[in-house]
């Protein structure tokens, strides 16, 4: 069973940056697009990004599209996530998420198994 955990939230300035990380255990991400979900306070969750099993697809949401950048290590079995000019409205709770094996990458959709979260606090 494949299971996911989050790492590398924390606090920063508006204009900084931050690297995620999503390390895998159980199964080999070879199989699982991934995708990034982020939930604001007060807010719904909201997809942001995604990436397919195979590396060569990522898809974004348009609120984070040219700041932020989903790769994947096969060999680490690892996810990250580069957000960079950082901004307080991208203050939340982050999860990483894998769908069924070979799913297509698909930001948002349905995703089966999930990180418990790393909180990200963007503030002056």
């Known amino acids: 069973q494949l299971q996911l955990v989050e790492s590398g939230g924390g606090r920063v300035q508006p204009g900084g940056s931050l690297r995620l990380s999503c390390a895998a255990s159980?199964?080999?991400?070879?199989?699982?697009?991934v995708g990034w979900f982020r939930r604001a306070p007060g807010r719904e969750r909201e997809g942001i990004a995604c990436?397919?099993?195979?590396?060569?697809?990522?898809n974004y949401a348009d609120s984070v599209k040219g700041r932020f950048t989903i790769s994947k290590d096969n060999g680490k079995n690892t996810v990250y996530l580069e957000m960079n000019s950082l901004k307080p409205e991208d203050t939340g709770i982050y999860y990483c998420?894998?769908?069924?094996?070979?799913?297509?990458?698909?930001?948002?959709?349905?995703?089966?198994?999930w990180g418990q979260g790393t909180q990200v606090s963007v503030s002056s």
């Open positions: 159980g199964d080999t991400l070879d199989y699982y697009s």
């Open positions: 990436i397919h099993r195979s590396g060569s697809t990522t």
């Open positions: 998420a894998a769908p069924q094996k070979f799913r297509l990458c698909q930001v948002g959709g349905v995703y089966e198994s």
